[in-house]
Nanobody
Framework: QVQLVESGGGLVQAGGSLRLSCAASGRTFNIYYTMGWFHQAPGKEREFVAAISGSGHSTYYADSVKGRFTISRDNAKNTVYLHMNSLKPEDTAVYYC???????????????WGQGTQVTVSS
């Protein structure tokens, strides 16, 4: 079993910053899993935001967040981070952490998911 717990969401003004964390645990968790972040806005499909390889050497981003968001990981802490800068109202969504995939930018490939954390950006 693998558990993923997101934290760090909240309410922020446009132009502000947040850092999301995803803490992984479980007997079968592999620190070298590729991990990703997705978001889902009300009435919309869940969309890819960013992903990072197990080693941290490869990162992937949606075009909409390139230059504003940075994904990183600390394998010693089994934690993945999403640093979000220059936030926009359209970034408002529930943000989900996911783990274990061979297709980093597709939700279809991920095996494990967290419960999500709400991010609200006010204009």
């Amino acid at each position: 079993q693998v558990q993923l717990v997101e934290s760090g969401g909240g309410l922020v003004q446009a132009g502000g910053s947040l850092r999301l964390s995803c803490a992984a645990s479980g007997r079968t968790f592999n620190i070298y899993y590729t991990m990703g972040w997705f978001h889902q806005a009300p009435g919309k499909e869940r969309e890819f935001v960013a992903a990072i390889s197990g080693s941290g050497h490869s990162t992937y981003y949606a075009d909409s967040v390139k230059g504003r968001f940075t994904i990183s990981r600390d394998n010693a802490k089994n934690t993945v981070y999403l640093h979000m800068n220059s936030l926009k109202p359209e970034d408002t969504a529930v943000y989900y952490c996911a783990a274990d995939t061979t297709i980093p930018d597709s939700q279809l490939g991920y095996r494990y998911w967290g419960q999500g954390t709400q991010v609200t950006v006010s204009s």
